[in-house]
Structures are given as C-alpha cells and as structure tokens.
C-alpha cells in the first residue's frame, strides 16, 4: 500500500512512535498528550500549534490507513498507538530512523545519526546508511535520497510516507551566500540546544515518576 499523509498525519504518527520508545512508561498516549507531543518545541521540525480537532482527525484518517488504532487499556481515557511495527515488522534502527524523518523531514546522514541517539546509538555512519538502505529497498519503499541542493556537500534522506517533491532549493548569491556559513552555524547549535532540552524535559518526567514512587 502507498501512503500519502499529510504534515500533520506525519507528525501525530512520528510522536506516538517517539513517545512510545522514549518515554514508555507514559504510552499509549491520551488525545491531550498526543496534542502536547505534536507541539512539543523541541525535536520537531517545523515546531506546530495544533489543536484537538486537528489531532483527532488526523488519527481518524491514520486509522482508516491501518497505521493508528484506539488502544485497549483500563483508562477510562481514550488512548492511541501506532501500528508501524505491525505493518512493516520493523527493526529498532529502522523505526528509529523513520520517526525522525517524520518528525523533523528531510535530513543528512550525520544529522539523522545525531537525533536518533535517543532511540537507537548506531555505532557509525556505515551502520546508518545500512538501515536506510534497508526502508529504502522496501516493498514500497519507505526512504529515498533527495537530489543534492546547490552549494552543499551532503545528500539529504525524505521518508515516503508522504508525497515528495524534487525541488531543489535556490542558490544563495552576493550578500546571502557570504552568510551561508554563519546561519548554517547558527542552524546547527539552535539543533544542539532543542535536542538538550528535549533530553532536559525527558529526565525532568523520569524525575517525577521516580518520586510519586516515595510520596
């Protein structure tokens, strides 16, 4: 089956996977938490301010797809989980890899290596591009390189649970490429900080579970 979800769909199905293997003590996720993860500021790009009815579609739709289902627990709240692992019997760096991609879309080789450490520590470069290759030679195909964009050395990696565009980006002139160099920097540390926080606010819930556990 191919899919084609929307950014939205994308981001509700990349935080049920996200929450699922980083904070497990915590899933399956009530519809207000799947809200909060959606908007979460850090890990996430672009960064989204969506409400409940949009969520709640959104699940709607994945479940029709076989993607999402309304989990059976002994809360009297609803919850949701995903059915990735159902559907494509997926190895831990393979899930690891495509929920980053949902999460935060097209990324290099190294950047992938860097944000799925908290998912899944692939030893080196070698071992990551191995596991795309894996969603890519899928039946569908589950990953592709994007064409290389004008005045960068890295190829980037786009999941295709999503419709794809080959567009490259326009090449920086005059003024804009002598601050290429800068905003990349800048870029690169603004990700540095939002992955900091997001581990931050991971021990801050850990914390807290830890000490219900003596009150």
């Not at 969520?55 to 309304?70: C, K």
């Not at 994007?146 to 419709?163: M, N």
């Amino acid at each position: 089956m191919n899919y084609s979800l929307s950014e939205v769909e994308a981001r509700v199905l990349g935080s049920l996977v996200e929450k699922e293997i980083t904070t497990p003590e915590y899933y399956p996720l009530s519809l207000n938490a799947l809200v909060n993860a959606c908007n979460q500021k850090s890990n996430r790009d672009p960064v989204m301010t969506l409400d409940e009815d949009a969520v709640r579609s959104a699940i709607r739709s994945l479940n029709d797809q076989g993607l999402t289902r309304y989990a059976s627990t002994d809360s009297r709240v609803g919850k949701y989980e995903h059915r990735l692992n159902e559907t494509f019997n997926f190895h831990r760096h393979e899930i690891a890899l495509l929920c980053v991609l949902l999460l935060r879309g097209p990324q290099t080789a190294g950047e992938l290596r860097t944000r799925t450490e908290r998912m899944y520590a692939f030893e080196d470069l070698d071992s990551l591009h191995n596991a795309l290759n894996l969603l890519a030679k899928r039946e569908p195909p589950l990953v592709r390189v994007l064409p290389r964009q004008p005045g960068t050395k890295e190829s980037r990696y786009v999941h295709l649970l999503s419709l794809v565009t080959d567009e490259p980006a326009e090449a920086p002139s005059g003024h804009d490429a002598a601050l290429a160099p800068r905003v990349d920097k800048v870029a690169a540390l603004e990700t540095q900080i939002a992955e900091l926080q997001g581990e931050i606010s991971s021990l801050k819930e850990q914390f807290a579970q830890f000490r219900k556990q003596f009150e």
